[in-house]
Antibody, heavy 127, light 112 residues
Framework: QITLKESGPTLVKPTQTLTLTCTFS??????????VGWIRQPPGKALEWLAL???????RYSPSLKSRLTITKDTSKNQVVLTMTNMDPVDTATYYC???????????????????WGQGTLVTVSS | DIVMTQTPLSLSVTPGQPASISCKSS???????????LYWYLQKPGQSPQLLIY???SRFSGVPDRFSGSGSGTDFTLKISRVEAEDVGVYYC?????????FGQGTRLEIK
């Protein structure tokens, strides 16, 4: 059974850097074809994909946030870390990590879906 | 970016009645491999999204057969043949053919 759980601060101040950790079980990020993605959801709003990372350390970022995001993995710890710099109140959201099967090229993600998702962690940006 | 537009944004359905949600993409989701990469998720109240449908019309493992997906190119539909109380939540379509991956704005299903 695959499970994922997000952890990190619940409150960050504007301009600070957010660091979130996704700890997972039931799969290995050293297995070919496997990835982990991050998606966020502002309160009452829609889902927004942020970034993903693969077993081979390939990474993909949302272009609109690419300058602020970094995704890394620690295969030995079964963890994926997402950092987002220069946080702003509009970044207030529930942040989810999710297991990925399927491979995104630099331009396309045919056959890629997110399942399952973690429970999410609400991050509030406020001074 | 591909814009995914869902209609309606909300609907209220009597149990046992059908429901239909439309999703339109700003570009074709047909890949050169012949497949169309359109997905449907359901986010039940207080829960994380769960995959319902992949590649337009394939039900994910464990999804009841009252859920069906159809469409092609840029126009897609999710249908629930007979709505049950457990179907309440927000439904999202998602495309994966072009980065960035994008989602629709969601359709909230309520029970009358």
């Amino acid at each position: 059974q695959i499970t994922l759980k997000e952890s990190g601060p619940t409150l960050v101040k504007p301009t600070q850097t957010l660091t979130l950790t996704c700890t997972f079980s039931g799969f290995s990020l050293s297995t070919s074809g496997v990835g982990v993605g991050w998606i966020r959801q502002p309160p009452g709003k829609a889902l927004e994909w942020l970034a993903l990372i693969y077993w081979n350390d390939d990474k993909r970022y949302s272009p609109s946030l690419k300058s602020r995001l970094t995704i890394t993995k620690d295969t030995s710890k079964n963890q994926v870390v997402l950092t987002m710099t220069n946080m702003d109140p509009v970044d207030t959201a529930t942040y989810y990590c999710a297991h990925i099967l399927g491979y995104c090229s630099s331009t396309s993600c045919p056959g890629v879906w997110f399942d399952p998702w973690g429970q999410g962690t609400l991050v509030t940006v406020s001074s | 970016d591909i814009v995914m537009t869902q209609t309606p944004l909300s609907l209220s359905v009597t149990p046992g009645q059908p429901a239909s949600i439309s999703c339109k993409s700003s570009q074709s989701l047909l890949h050169s491999d012949g497949k169309t990469y359109l997905y449907w998720y359901l986010q039940k109240p207080g829960q994380s999204p769960q995959l319902l449908i992949y590649e337009v019309s394939s039900r994910f493992s464990g999804v009841p057969d009252r859920f069906s997906g159809s469409g092609s190119g840029t126009d897609f539909t999710l249908k629930i043949s007979r709505v049950e109380a457990e179907d309440v939540g927000v439904y999202y379509c998602m495309q994966g053919i072009h980065l960035p991956i994008t989602f629709g704005q969601g359709t909230r299903l309520e029970i009358k």
